[in-house]
């Protein structure tokens, strides 16, 4: 199976390239990577033939070349920042909103069949906080498209080794470690490592491509944690 990934620089996008290899070892990567985040990743990390990044400006459709594309019919979308990190409310809507919609409103028109997505525990069109309103909004828009299959992945507090600094990741860790999150019937809340989301992408894809699933299914992070069991 060939798959697009835009997201790649990210915690979970960089999991997805390591992993995919290992899931679909007949399968091509192609990572669309952004003009502004290209000069802080580094392409060489991941060593596979199975794998190719191309650059381009997400702002412009017209870079999004189909000639890397051959016979890939799936849209991988981990893109993720904060508003901290964004700088505004506006720019985090652009990078979790409106790029994720519109790599999606493009894949149907080049005849992809599938899109996996990673949102947010808590995702709501109506919530009062912003973040999780803007992830349940997308999710909405999404839904209205005709995807053959969409499956939206929504974890808890993600951890992983990130370059940034984030206190609410470290008090996560602390968390996972010292609450029995299962004893009390937690597990939708309990953080999340980012191997294991991507892990139940990849499985969940794999699953989709030899039975028939639902046009939408939605992942909380009890189900991922499930999901996505290292192979043995």
């Known amino acids: 199976m060939n798959s697009l990934l835009i997201g790649g620089s990210g915690l979970v996008g960089s999991w997805v390239i390591q992993l995919y290899p290992t899931y679909f070892p007949m399968g091509q990567l192609v990572v669309f990577i952004r003009k502004s985040a290209s000069s802080s990743f580094n392409s060489q990390n991941f060593q596979s033939q199975n794998i190719q990044f191309v650059e381009v400006d997400f702002d412009d459709e017209s870079t999004w070349d189909r000639k890397y ?7 991988i979308c981990t893109l993720g920042t904060t ?18 919609l519109a790599f999606a409103k493009w894949s149907l028109k080049h ?5 996996s997505i990673v949102t947010a525990m808590g995702s709501n069109s109506k919530s009062g906080i912003f973040y999780s309103q803007v992830k349940g909004e997308l999710e909405e828009e999404l839904a209205k498209l005709e995807i053959q299959n969409l499956s939206i992945f929504q974890p808890s507090l993600i951890l992983g080794d990130r370059k940034e600094r984030r206190i609410g990741e470290e008090i996560g860790k602390i968390a996972a470690g010292i609450i029995p999150f299962s004893l009390f019937g937690l597990d939708k809340i309990k953080p999340i490592q980012a191997e294991v989301i991507s892990r139940a992408i990849l499985a969940n894809l794999q699953t989709s491509i030899i039975s028939n699933i639902p046009n939408i299914q939605i992942f909380e992070s009890d189900a991922i944690q499930k999901f ?3 192979e043995t």
């Open 69 to 75: 594309l051959s016979n890939t019919e799936t849209l």
């Open 111 to 115: 005849s992809f069949k599938r899109m």
């Open 83 to 100: 508003i901290k990190k964004a700088g505004s409310k506006q720019a985090f809507r652009k990078v979790d909103y409106d790029y994720p």
């Open 228 to 230: 996505a069991k290292p």
